[in-house]
């Protein structure tokens, strides 16, 4: 990660503040600012809100930060909140697939405001486990606020396909991201020896399941041929048909979770350095901001003129439990302008990043 990446102001101090207060006045600057940004370039009406959903996995308040949120904005009394939490970095498709549900059941032209952040002060590690660091060391403040709607009179992309796995019935996979107390009753996240290989199990599940719906038909005759043959010849050891999805996908968006996650799956995918540049550029201008980081990859895309009208794009998610949830998106008209989060760094980038650890 680069230098300029943001920690929550608790820890600026000798002893870090990770006091109740300190974490909602973390979640505030965040959420407030995203959503100011989000309703000055929609021009929306906050009494055009119909629903609002919020996810932060490790910081859950009481009154909830939806319920803040209702309040700072004087939302309306009949409007639908839900509050996400405990659902990990893939929590932000979770909420984009829960806002079409509810999109599909109430009246045409109704608005979802989802907004997905971490609050990282509360649950700064301060204990002697060196392992139980890691979460100090690649998490960082960010935040993001979308809206979706059956109106698509000014949407810019469409919704096509969210498709979520969760093996959380396998302990191993349950555990594999597991927050809990060290030896001294200091609070942490534990990750298993066996996260890559459940994450990429998770993966390839999630793969088999959204490929039916965006392959073309080529790659789903190859694959369902290889898959037949490994069946029946045995004694020949045929090699899994990974499917082409560069066919199926212009863009890629990748859980930001290291270099290590990026590297496995762009050699599982068999991507480009480019493909994957949006997600290591993310990395290292913003570090890992849990659910929100697919957001600032997208923008990263807007932000280099990338993106096409038609251009599809592939957010990956992963997040504990375990989960792999994916979202696929279709872009409708490609923003004007790259006054987002890149708009004061995007003339740098990208940087040469593989010499970093």
Known sequence: MGEETLVPPAIYYVEPDCSLDEGRSEAEMVIFSTIDDLLAKTCI????????????????????????????????????????????CSAGVTAVGLARNILQIIPSESHVLVVSTETLGPNYYKGNVRSMHLGNILFRVGGSAMLLSTCKLKARFKLA????????????????????????????????????????????????????????????????????????????????????????????????????????????????????EPSRMTLHRFGNQSSASAWYQLAYIEANGRMRKGDRVWMIGFGAGYKCNTAVWVCIQPSPNANGPWASCIHRYPVDVSKEG
């Open 45 to 88: 009406g906050l009494d055009a809100i119909d629903v609002l959903i919020t996810n932060c996995s490790l910081f859950y308040p009481v009154p909830s930060i939806a319920d803040r949120i209702v309040n700072r904005y004087a939302l309306r009394g009949d409007i639908r909140v839900i509050n996400l939490s405990g659902m990990g």
């Open 161 to 276: 396909h969210v498709e979520r796995t969760l093996v959380g019935a396998n302990d191993a996979a349950y555990r594999c991201v597991y927050q809990e107390d060290d030896p001294e009753g200091n609070i942490g996240l534990t990750l298993s020896k066996d996260l890559m290989a459940i994450a990429g199990d998770t993966l390839k599940a999630n793969m088999t399941a959204i490929g039916a719906l965006v392959l073309p038909t080529s790659e789903l005759i190859k694959h369902f041929l290889f898959s037949t043959a490994r069946k029946l010849v045995h004694r020949w050891k045929i090699r899994p048909y990974i499917p082409d999805f560069r066919m199926a996908f212009e863009h890629f968006c990748i859980h930001v979770g290291g270099p290590a996650v990026i590297d496995s799956v762009q050699l599982g995918l068999s991507l480009s350095d480019e493909h994957v």
